[in-house]
């Protein structure tokens, strides 16, 4: 089975702070995603990249940055965080099929 | 931009009932189409995929896709209080991997 794992899986930061989540994945996908989720929005896609070394903007990339280093890992930066940051954030892994596999979700609370 | 929209927004089914949930989208174009479960709190969890129109039965689970109509659908057989959570229709955007995600329904099934 897929597996996607997200680190912290909790977050509490101050208005201005720096963030880095990262999610990793050992499917050996080149896809990987980031989502936030929030009520009445569903799952809105912030980045994504198709391999190493690659990232592209989602629907709503503004205030946040990734970073794709090696195949397995992909990192959500919120250099200055805001309180409409506050959400809960998914990653994912995905192959040529289209499916997507997701972690566990990390909850971030901008205080 | 796909537009993704499900109905209803909640639905409150007796334990063995069926349950019958929609989503409708905007770009018949799409070729790829997913229902995922989210138990509260929880990460999400891929039910059934289906590419083309009729429908596609994975366990309790029965997707009908039909394009002309821009709808696809979701039916739980003999839903049980686990089947309790929040049922999201996700599109692809035409050509592409990248997922567009209903606002999510709702279920409960009462013992």
């Known amino acids: 089975e897929a597996a996607v794992t997200q680190s912290p899986r909790n977050k509490v930061a101050v208005t201005g702070g720096k963030v880095t989540l990262s999610c990793n994945q050992t499917n050996n996908h080149n896809n990987m995603y980031w989502y936030r989720q929030d009520t009445g929005h569903g799952l809105r896609l912030i980045h994504y990249s198709y391999g190493a070394g690659s990232t592209e903007k989602g629907d709503i990339p503004d205030g946040y940055k990734a970073s794709r280093p090696s195949q397995e890992n992909f990192s959500l930066i919120l250099e200055l965080a805001t309180p409409s940051q506050t959400s809960v954030y998914f990653c994912a892994s995905g192959d040529i099929s289209y499916e997507q596999y997701f972690g566990p979700g990390t909850r971030l609370t901008v205080l | 931009q796909q537009k993704v929209q499900q109905s209803p927004e909640s639905l409150t089914v007796s334990e063995g009932a069926m349950a019958s949930l929609n989503c409708t989208f905007s770009d018949g174009t799409s070729d790829n189409f997913r229902w995922y479960r989210q138990h509260s709190g929880k990460g999400l969890e891929m039910l059934v995929s289906?590419?083309?129109?009729g429908e596609k039965e994975e366990g309790r689970f029965t997707a009908h896709l039909n394009r002309a109509s821009l709808h696809v659908s979701l039916h739980i057989r003999e839903p049980q209080p686990s089947d309790s959570a929040v049922y999201l229709c996700?599109?692809?955007?035409?050509?592409?991997?990248?997922?567009?995600f209903g606002e999510g329904t709702k279920l409960t099934v009462s013992s």
């Open positions: 289906i590419f083309s129109d």
């Open positions: 996700a599109v692809n955007q035409g050509g592409s991997a990248k997922l567009i």
